[in-house]
């Protein structure tokens, strides 16, 4: 059974910092690109950041230098780290593996991220 299971949102001031964590099982891990998205109420969900399985990264312009998103194929998990948080960061965010040789694409339950004083 395939899962992806979110932690670590929250409610943060502006100018803080949170971390996210997408755990992923059953399927390997390591061979998908995994990216981080959100939505915030009324918006299109948009690509936050994304890193392909060989470790490379690419940025929202609006988070770059903010955010971070790292893996750890040892433990499965994916992160985003993201400092200096703006109240235009609130929305849900929600973490995806992709596989596009395969077709195959896995969503997480999104977590909510709130950035307010």
């Known amino acids: 059974q395939v899962q992806l299971v979110q932690s670590g949102g929250g409610l943060v001031q502006p100018g803080g910092s949170l971390r996210l964590s997408c755990a992923a099982s059953?399927?390997?891990?390591?061979?998908?690109?995994m990216s981080w998205y959100r939505q915030a109420p009324g918006k299109e969900r948009e690509l936050v950041a994304a890193?392909?399985?060989?470790?490379?990264?690419n940025y929202l312009d609006s988070v770059k230098g903010r955010f971070t998103i790292s893996r750890d194929n040892g433990k499965n998990t994916v992160y985003l780290e993201m400092n200096s948080l703006k109240p235009e960061d609130t929305a849900v965010y929600y973490c995806?593996?992709?596989?596009?040789?395969?077709?195959?694409?896995?969503w997480g339950q999104g977590t909510q991220v709130t950035v307010s004083s």
């Open positions: 059953g399927f390997t891990f390591s061979t998908y690109g």
């Open positions: 890193i392909t399985r060989d470790g490379g990264k």
């Open positions: 995806k593996g992709s596989r596009p040789l395969l077709g195959t694409t896995y």
